[in-house]
């Protein structure tokens, strides 16, 4: 059983462990990232792997290094820092996830920390039902592994949408304000799949035509919901 | 919490944010909820929302019973209330009804308000997340269910977060009614929420100066 412990705040998570971090705008993101990532830094058994949409994970990098106020380029040239990226294959992205986190784990860091911004219909990116699969996918993904996953929603940025069907319903526990607790509309992977994720509210024809127009009404792009 | 005939077992008093997607889930909830209340003659109906929205719910209601419900409103056992920008006069035009349910003997209301943000005829965000937390002291002393329903196709994330689940110590959502563990006690979300939103940090050096709403800040900064 592995336990990583945040630097500034007294929580202390034992792993896997798959959390959204709902968040308000980049500034409390640099902060709670510095929070949940540095003690990797500071051990060095400890391994970190950020991802995201293309750019992201140089961004977060970024993020990291000013709050810790050096560079981290030679963790990242011995891949104890690795910098991933999403895809619209949302196939590819889980293994995009998987195969890093399985090698970190197999080279023996434990825990291996990862985080990652949820993106929601960003071009190039997973569409957002095949995104929130991917979510209901990593917990089973990372089971009897040393790994625990950081998800940071940005309530400044995304739909209420985005924040319920993922934050709340694909990840264990929730991270608001500081405080870590579980989350009451859990589901598990299947449960999400065969419950939730057939009947995402913007793929049923008949729900939502009375409201008026909105960002989120708009057809259903993704290959999850193609293939029903 | 589930009531044996399937509907979900709200305590009393409650205050409860129902999570929904669109007006055809708002409606099958918000109904459903309304006509247990309409078939029992001890409970009294509260619909409230902007201007126009309880007279919509109340037609939808008697679409669905099939029938007049004029005498009910006009015995005073169905009552429509408005909201108001100014959110001091929101929070009487809710408790002034009520008091008049309980001095008239009623068991239960079943309280209905449609939430609205940033909308013109509601008070400004941070003023209404004032509102919501209030209720839950007001309706304390009130044999009331409060439902309130947050449109998910419309609202902002933030409207989510520091409304629905920070002010609600229930939710509702896919018709299953859970303790809520985000919920924030009033006096703490006063203390410590609601002067540390975060999009006031940003517009609170100009608000402070130009006036506005009950936290200071002019309406619609919390878009």
New interface residues.
């Given amino acids: 059983m592995s336990q990583a412990r945040f630097a500034r705040s007294e929580q202390q998570l034992t792993a896997p462990e798959h959390f959204a971090l ?1 968040h ?2 980049e500034e ?1 993101l640099r902060e709670k990232l510095f929070d949940f990532l540095r003690p990797a830094l500071d051990d060095p058994k400890q391994a970190i792997y950020l991802c995201g949409p293309p750019g992201w994970a140089s961004r977060l990098l970024g993020h990291l290094e000013t709050s810790v106020g050096r560079d981290l380029r030679s963790e990242v040239a011995e891949r104890r820092i690795i910098l991933g990226h999403g895809d619209p294959d949302v196939d590819q992205q889980l293994q995009n996830l998987l195969d890093p986190v399985r090698e970190l784990c197999g080279r023996g860091f434990s825990p291996v920390r990862v985080a990652g911004p949820a993106a929601w219909d960003v071009p190039g990116y997973a569409a957002p039902e095949d995104f929130l699969w991917y979510e209901s996918r990593v917990l089973p993904g990372i089971e009897g592994l040393p790994v625990t996953i950081m998800c940071t ?12 069907y993922g934050a709340f319903e694909t990840h264990s526990h ?1 991270l ?2 500081g ?1 870590f ?2 989350s ?2 859990f589901l598990s992977a299947d449960t999400y799949l065969k419950t939730r994720l057939i009947h995402l ?2 793929l049923e024809p ?7 127009s ?1 960002s ?2 708009r057809p259903a792009r993704g290959r999850r919901s193609r293939n029903r | 919490m589930m009531a044996s005939s399937g509907a979900p077992a709200f305590p009393v008093p409650s205050h409860v944010a129902l999570l929904h997607y669109g007006e055809s889930e708002l409606r099958d909830a918000v109904l459903g909820f309304l006509q247990l209340g309409l078939d029992r003659p001890s409970e009294a109906l509260f619909c409230f929302g902007e201007p126009g929205v309880g007279e919509r719910l109340l037609r939808n209601l008697e679409s669905r019973v099939g029938r007049d419900l004029s005498p009910e409103y006009r015995a005073g056992r169905i009552v429509l209330g408005t909201a108001n920008p100014d959110v001091d006069r929101q929070l009487e035009n809710v408790i002034a009804p009520l008091e008049a349910f309980r001095a008239s003997g009623f068991a239960l209301v079943r309280f209905v308000g449609i939430v609205g943000w940033n909308a013109p005829d509601f008070p400004p965000p941070e003023d209404f997340l004032w509102f919501e937390s209030k209720l839950n002291e007001i309706i304390s002393g009130f044999p009331v269910i409060g439902l309130c329903p947050y449109d998910l196709a419309r609202m902002p994330a933030r409207a989510i977060v520091y409304g629905a689940l920070e002010t609600h110590p229930f939710v509702l959502s896919g018709g299953t009614l859970r303790q809520n563990p985000q919920f924030i006690a009033p006096d703490r979300y006063l203390h410590e929420r609601l002067v540390a939103l975060p999009w006031l940090q940003d517009d609170g050096r100009a608000a402070l100066q130009a006036g506005g709403g009950r936290m200071g800040i002019p309406a619609g900064s919390g878009r």
């Fill in positions: 709902v308000h705008g409390e929603y940005d309530a400044a940025r995304l739909p209420a949408s985005a924040l319920l929730t608001i304000d405080v607790s579980e009451p509309s509210p913007w008949d729900r939502g035509r009375a409201v008026s909105t989120e009404d």
